[in-house]
Every structure is written in structure tokens, then in C-alpha cells.
């Protein structure tokens, strides 16, 4: 059976996140909706990351198995005609081996974060930036940033209904600069816990501020407590922007070895 990866861009604002739900509209809705207009498959998809209510997306990654082979720009032709009107693009689409998984054979996720930071309201960036009036020192809030990186327990800074078994995270990288009236946030790590980019940035708007210093960021880190972190960044500036992926062999392996154990158990309980 073909396993198709698909690279997917999407505005988020009409959204209640990546992940179907019975009673709300979703991204992983909207695609599989297309793949069986398309195929007349009913096919669950698997994403690489579920983004919330709201975030937005120019590099979410999933994978989706059909069976029947076809051309890759079919397939992405004729998805990107029945996702619409929902404002969800294929960007790109590959044929995979059969090991490989959006999620599982991830080895790093990037996001961009996006503040507007200007007097006037917002027009065309309304939903699609966060507005912030006070001028940002957006050279602090790099320096600031620089002590998330690394590896650290970031309880502070994820939600509290996080599901993740541990809080213990590896940020790899995070930069905030200044590009006209716009100050970006960019960070990136193998797996992120449940609101940690809003919390970290909106964090660090504190910076920006003057209200804080790096110092304060290392001891709401020290804290592991929700109650230490700044004021949560709104969903309308947060992007996912890429996910990048291991060796097909590593993938090709590990799928090699599951099937052989999962023989080996079949054979116990055979023998039982």
C-alpha cells in the first residue's frame, strides 16, 4: 500500500486545531475529506504535530496510505482542488517507503513565532500576527532567549493540562530578531511540550519590555511552576514551520524490527 507524505500549509484561524474532532472544524477534517473525494478512500492521516486552536502552518508534514499507486502531483492536484474553500495547500507530496511515519520519524520541529510591533492596529495581519503596541528591545529578548536553550525541565513554561510523560525538553535553538515592524521568534527542537512556544515568548515580551531580564528567566525555569511564566503568547503569531525527518534506512530498520518482534510475540502466545 502506498504511503504518501505530504507537506501542508494551512491559516489556522478557521480552525480548532490539526486534530479531527467530532464537533469543531479541523485541518486533519479537511484533508481527509479531500483524500476521499479524490480516492473514495476513507483514510486516517497522521500528522507530525497537532497544532492548537488557531496556530497556523508552512510546514506540517503528514502521511497518508492509499490503495491504490499514483502519480504524486496527482495526488496533490487534486487534494488542493477538494480542500477547497478551507484554506489548507498541499505544498508538496512524495511517495514514502513504508517505515516512514510524520510523527515518529521526526527528528526536529521548527516554529516561527510573529509579533506586529506597532502603534496602529492591525489590518491585514489581524489573525495572523500578535499585536503588540510598547517598542520591543528585540535584542534582549535574543540574549533572554538564549537561556531556554538546552536541555531543561520547562514545567513553567507547558500547559497545564500538557499530556507529555516528562517536562524535560532539548531546545536546540532560539533566535529573536528584528525585521521592520515585525520582531520573529524562532526556535526549534526534537518535540515540544503543549503551549511551550506561546509561553516562552510571551515570556519574553517581558523581556522586550524591560520588566524582566535573563536572570528572570532562568529562575522561572528553576521554578517548574505554571505560575513563574509570563503571560501566554496569543495562537494568531505562532507558525509551524518545518519538521525535518531521519534516514529512510534508520526508518526502514526500525520497521524491520517491530515486524520481527511482533512475530516472535504471535509465536509465544501461539505456543501458550
Same mark, same amino acid.
Given at each position: ?52 486552536? %488557531?496556530? #497556523? ?5 503528514? &502521511? ?6 499514483? +502519480?504524486? @502531483? =496527482? ?74 536553550? %538546552?536541555? #531543561? ?5 507547558? &500547559? ?6 516528562? +517536562?524535560? @525538553? =532539548? ?102
Amino acid at each position: 500500500m502506498p504511503r504518501y507524505k505530504l507537506t501542508v500549509e494551512y491559516d489556522g484561524r478557521p480552525f480548532s486545531g490539526w486534530q479531527r474532532q467530532a464537533n469543531a472544524p479541523s485541518v486533519q477534517a479537511v484533508i481527509e475529506r479531500a483524500i476521499k473525494a479524490f480516492s473514495g478512500e476513507e483514510v486516517t492521516i497522521g500528522g507530525a504535530g497537532r497544532t492548537d486552536t %488557531g496556530v #497556523h502552518a508552512t510546514g506540517q508534514v503528514c &502521511h497518508a496510505d492509499l490503495s491504490k499507486q499514483w +502519480p504524486t @502531483k =496527482t495526488v496533490m492536484g487534486a487534494l488542493n482542488f477538494h480542500c477547497q474553500p478551507d484554506p489548507v495547500v498541499i505544498l508538496d507530496c512524495e511517495e514514502m517507503h513504508e517505515g516512514f511515519d510524520a510523527r515518529f520519524s521526526a527528528i526536529r520541529r521548527a516554529y516561527r513565532y510573529r509579533i506586529h510591533n506597532r502603534l496602529q492596529p492591525l489590518t491585514h495581519q489581524l489573525g495572523l500576527a500578535w499585536h503588540v503596541k510598547h517598542e520591543l528591545d528585540a535584542d534582549a529578548m535574543h540574549q533572554a532567549a538564549q537561556e531556554f536553550v %538546552g536541555h #531543561h525541565d520547562f514545567t513553567t513554561f507547558r &500547559h497545564s493540562r500538557c499530556q507529555a510523560k516528562s +517536562p524535560e @525538553k =532539548t531546545l536546540e535553538h532560539f533566535s529573536v530578531y528584528r525585521d521592520g515592524d515585525f520582531v520573529i521568534a524562532e526556535c526549534s527542537s526534537r518535540s515540544f511540550l503543549h503551549n511551550q512556544v506561546r509561553s516562552m515568548v510571551g515570556t519574553l515580551r517581558l523581556v522586550g519590555e524591560d520588566r524582566w531580564g535573563p536572570g528572570d528567566i532562568t529562575n522561572a525555569l528553576k521554578a517548574r511552576d505554571r505560575k513563574a511564566c509570563g503571560p501566554v503568547a496569543p495562537a494568531d503569531g505562532l507558525y509551524l514551520t518545518r519538521v525535518d525527518y531521519r534516514p529512510a534506512q534508520v526508518d526502514i530498520d526500525s520497521l524491520v524490527e517491530w515486524q520481527a518482534r511482533k512475530a516472535e510475540m504471535a509465536a509465544v502466545e501461539t505456543e501458550a
